[in-house]
């Protein structure tokens, strides 16, 4: 890959970085039911991210969790964004090796399946601390164990991540076209 590349490479980047850290910002629809909070288009920063390459979808998973953070959402949010980090290094890696998993809806839907139930598990793994933490702490969550963390998080996780790998797979197929990134993805 040559020095131009790379820097056409990096500026998509630093884009997306931003793109995911201003969503949570600035997104009108955020539904926060503790442990779980749900940001239309959060995820879709970071599934483009790994549709380009492993290292990009790590740097814009770390940028996301900026977001979150810098948009004041409470620490086991932030958590649960920090661990994103785990299914984009993972779903980016079995792009690489794959990358026409991604154009029809019969190999995708099983992908994102598979990259939602990864999503879900992280997310809920990062919970189980504050969930059976100090149950006197503000993080105790009332509504008990089965729907907080495993409803709440894990299937809603799953549902959400689908949602937006699906919104992020219609951006990639018409955008990637207009500014030819998937030549690049495989240099």
Known sequence: MNRNNKLYIMTIS?????????????????????????????????????????????????GTTLGFFMAGFPLVVVMRAASHIVFAYAGSIILKKHINIIDTVKSSLPYSLCIGLLHGICEVLVVLPFYFGNRMSPLYYDKGFFTSVILLVGVGTVIHSMVDFYLAQVIWKHSSKAIKIKSLVNN
């Not at 997104?27 to 503790?34: D, G, N």
């Not at 909070?37 to 814009?60: C, G, N, Q, R």
């Open 14 to 62: 630093a884009l997306l970085c931003s793109i995911g850290i201003v969503i949570p910002i600035i997104s009108p629809i955020k539904i926060t039911l503790e442990p779980a909070s749900f940001t239309l288009a959060s995820h879709v920063a970071i599934f483009i991210a790994m549709f380009i390459s492993p290292l990009i979808a790590v740097m814009v998973a770390v």
